[in-house]
């Protein structure tokens, strides 16, 4: 997503501003599904990265899978995969619980089930699943980063930086602990001490388009807008960038038409699944 350039007319605060709460707004709305499944490794694919071409086809092939082998656990994960990729996250949920049913303890499971539900928005469900899926004598040092951006999402700020601490003791630097503790100083207001995780993130991962996003956001709202614009374009694709900024002009201009008319809700960006 880019910054638009200034309109012709228009004083370049108001601009800024009104381009900044949209931004900010798809940041944090993003907050809630991107963040808890921002994690590989234990926590399973990246759903985004393997979205199948054909996700109706996908769901079904892994849906006669499963009626198959229901008990298999890396079926139920494989299935519960494409459901989220799809945007069927309750169903996902269904699968994975059911799958932790029949198969008690299996931590991968356990970890995926948490995942699901950190996804679907049942985050105090989703924490004390995920709690389940290591332990204190072998932590994870991404279960710990998914905890904590749970926590994040319920408002405990303090108790999510523990949890990142945690995971930084033991995977020292690693971009995507540090992008959501960034993150986590976002939501709870504290801008510089975001752009300051947040650039040593960028540093470690400067091609990860995330956290670019990330402390793109946080330089826009502390008014670096020249920065935060270079940092978002850096090694752009035409195509993509040209993608982008369409997106981002039907944005706002829903935003204003929502503005302009009182009686119709606000329209605000699709979340992202990952």
């Excluded at 994690?39 to 009626?67: F, W």
């Excluded at 801008?191 to 793109?216: F, G, P, Q, T, Y």
């Excluded at 039907?250 to 302009?260: C, G």
């Amino acid at each position: 997503m880019f910054l638009l350039p200034l309109a012709q007319g228009r004083p370049r605060r108001l601009v800024a501003s009104t381009l900044l709460s949209v931004i900010v707004l798809s940041v944090l709305c993003s907050c809630q599904t991107t963040v808890p499944t921002d994690i590989t490794g234990s926590l399973g694919d990246n759903t985004e990265a393997s979205r199948p071409a054909d996700p109706r086809r996908e769901v079904d092939a892994h849906r006669e899978r499963y009626k198959v082998s229901p008990k298999d656990p890396d079926v139920a994960l494989q299935y519960a995969r494409v459901l989220r990729a799809t945007g069927e996250r309750s169903q996902a949920v269904a699968v994975l619980e059911q799958a932790t049913i029949t198969s008690p303890g299996n931590k991968v499971l356990l970890a995926g089930y948490g995942r699901a539900l950190a996804d679907n928005g049942n985050f105090q469900q989703a924490f004390d699943v995920l709690s389940q899926a290591h332990s204190p004598e072998d932590p994870d040092w991404r279960l710990l980063s998914v905890q904590g951006s749970v926590l994040d999402q319920m408002g405990r700020y303090d108790e999510a930086r523990q949890y990142y601490a945690s995971a930084l003791k033991i995977a020292p630097d690693e971009p995507s602990v540090l992008s959501n503790l960034g993150l986590s100083y976002l939501l709870s207001k504290d801008l510089a001490k975001a752009e300051e995780v947040l650039r040593r993130a960028h540093k470690h991962a400067d091609e990860d388009r995330r956290i670019r996003m990330n402390l793109a956001v946080v330089l826009a709202l502390q008014g670096h807008v020249s920065e935060a614009e270079s940092i978002v374009k850096a090694d752009r694709p035409v195509d993509e960038a040209t993608a982008s900024l369409a997106e981002l002009k039907r944005l706002l201009l829903r935003k204003e038409a929502a503005r302009s008319s009182p009686d119709r809700a606000p329209v605000t960006a699709n979340a992202r699944s990952d």
